[in-house]
């Protein structure tokens, strides 16, 4: 890692890294308050925490690209243990100073990691965030998620969301991974959630999205299915 960056190398070029280190920065630098509000999650990690809330205790979560720490801290709040990795210093810091202000710290562990090169065991986790963190890994980005997958342990879940156009033009291109491929990843899963939408950001930036929330199925549930 170079020594005038606070982040390892990764796939996505130093300028969008910058972006997201500032972004950390000025959350670090406001109140523990706005930390302590997880009020705002993503759908996909929704409708897990819908699926396992009073089941959560002794989970094994694991947050892939942190960013601000919210999805693991929520996890952690429903009792899971969760293992949070970012390639960025910055949002490691900003995910322990928010296990810290919720009283998560014991349920949450982070490590300064590349998604990319972070190794998945065989059915290792119950749960596995991926929230707009696999679209930066290029053509990596299908067989990430397909590792993701089999990493999940039966009755485990994938939460998944990226980008789909409409998107602005960035150099390199971003992999957008659309529903179809999501459906043939998880085929055979029970799927809990599929959407899409599109946000207007700010004036001129209107972006699209897809999500997936899929549960693998245990063996007894392969077995009734081929019955």
Excluded at 127 to 143: H, M, S
């Amino acid at each position: 890692m170079d020594s005038e960056k606070n982040w390892l190398d990764v796939p996505a070029p130093d300028k969008w890294m910058t972006g997201w280190d500032n972004y950390h920065k000025k959350i670090l630098e406001g109140s523990e308050k706005i930390l302590q509000d997880l009020s705002f999650i993503t759908p996909p990690v929704q409708v897990v925490g819908a699926n396992i809330f009073g089941k959560g205790e002794g989970l094994q979560a694991l947050d892939l690209g942190c960013g601000d720490g919210r999805y693991a801290c929520f996890l952690a709040h429903l009792g899971c243990d969760v293992y949070a990795i970012d390639a960025l210093e910055s949002a490691i810091e900003i995910t322990n100073k928010r296990a810290r202000t919720l009283g998560l710290e014991k349920q949450l562990r982070t490590e300064q990691k590349n998604i990319e090169a972070f190794p998945l065991e065989p059915e290792s986790y119950d749960i596995i965030v991926a929230v707009q963190v696999l679209q930066y890994l290029f053509d990596e980005a299908v067989p990430k998620l397909k590792e993701i997958a089999a990493a999940i342990k039966p009755g485990g879940f994938v939460a998944y969301s990226g980008n789909i156009p409409p998107h602005f033009d960035t150099d390199p291109p971003m992999k957008f991974i659309y529903e179809k491929e999501l459906r043939e990843i998880f085929e055979g899963w029970t799927l809990l959630s599929v959407g899409r939408d599109e946000r207007l950001l700010r004036p001129g930036d209107l972006r699209g999205y897809v999500w997936i929330v899929a549960r693998k199925p245990t063996d007894e549930e392969k077995k009734e299915a081929k019955s």
